[in-house]
């Protein structure tokens, strides 16, 4: 990303950090991944990052045993937490969310988890430019 600023609008922007996400290779994914954390969890710290996730997965804080059993089951499936663009989201539709994506296969989750990162990361773009 600092190889190709200044950036001379937000969509510039947006577009580069679209670009970079997809040519991530799968373990720089899963390093970001450690950075999150688990769904409905809440990140403690005082850093600009866990105050953004506290922020975003608001819905899901403190959801019930249904979510948390999705969660580990999710976990046992993928050998990873499961990463949603939850801003917004009821913690009833990350469940669900949570569910659908038990189904996928692992290539077709991976290409979820890279989605769903730069929804994220796309989100706090906008943020430090407001």
């Given at each position: 990303?600092?190889?190709?600023?200044?950036?001379?609008?937000?969509e510039k922007l947006l577009a580069t950090s679209d670009a970079?996400?997809?040519?991530?290779?799968w373990r720089d994914i899963t390093e970001a991944l450690t950075a999150h954390p688990r769904i409905g969890s809440?990140?403690?710290g005082s850093s600009r990052e866990a105050e953004w996730s506290?922020?975003?997965?608001?819905?899901?804080v403190g959801a019930d045993a249904e979510l948390a059993a999705a969660n580990a089951e999710y976990e046992r499936k993928f050998d990873r937490v499961f990463l949603i663009?939850?801003?917004g989201l009821s913690a009833a539709e990350?469940?669900?969310?949570?569910?659908?994506?038990?189904?996928?296969?692992?290539v077709v989750e991976r290409a979820e988890v890279r989605?769903?990162?730069?929804?994220?990361?796309?989100?706090r773009l906008l943020r430090c430019m407001e």
């Open positions: 990303m600092d190889a190709n600023a200044p950036y001379p609008d937000v970079e996400l997809a040519a991530l290779a809440r990140m403690t506290r922020h975003e997965q608001s819905a899901a663009s939850a801003e990350v469940l669900a969310e949570l569910r659908r994506r038990l189904d996928n296969n692992e989605r769903e990162l730069a929804k994220i990361v796309r989100r």
